[in-house]
């Protein structure tokens, strides 16, 4: 169980290591100077910048799921994690779908997902499963999502 956890903990910090060493995604305007591991300011990243940046993000993630603060990470606590993040996406998804249905009949047509998810647009004949020209929320839950998905 032990080596579970210490797996899982450190397959998690190996993940949030390179998002706290970018920092945020690069864009046309911005400098390297703000990479958010570049604590000395240098336009570069060192290994130890990077080291600590990895194990500061760790810890904060850590801290999170160990729910009881008892110094480990449980299969119960990853559990009740995975719920609160469904939670979370679930809420998010159903205000995103709230805001697209501009006539609140509970569907979205074509021409609301291209105004309010032009994103989804492309996949909308394939998302409509019973082929009424609308989305629903079941048929956006139950939907292939924006990648390809595993086989059954």
């Given at each position: ?73 449980t299969q119960e606590e ?75």
């Amino acid at each position: 169980m032990k080596t579970f956890v210490a797996t899982c903990a450190l397959g998690l910090a190996v993940l949030l290591a390179g998002t706290a060493i970018a920092g945020d995604p690069a864009a046309s305007d911005q400098t390297p100077r703000q990479m958010k591991a570049d604590t000395d300011g240098d336009g570069r990243v060192s290994r130890a910048e990077a080291s600590a940046a990895g194990t500061q993000r760790s810890g904060e993630w850590f801290d999170k799921l160990d729910l009881d603060k008892d110094g480990y990470i449980t299969q119960e606590e990853m559990r009740q994690a995975r719920e609160t993040r469904r939670g979370a996406m679930r809420e998010k998804g159903e205000e995103h779908f709230k805001q697209a249905d501009a006539n609140g009949d509970g569907q979205l047509s074509l021409d609301e997902v291209q105004a309010k998810m032009p994103k989804l647009a492309d996949r909308f004949a394939t998302l409509d499963k019973d082929s009424n020209g609308f989305l629903s929320k079941d048929e956006l839950r139950r939907g292939p999502r924006h990648g390809p998905q595993p086989q059954s």
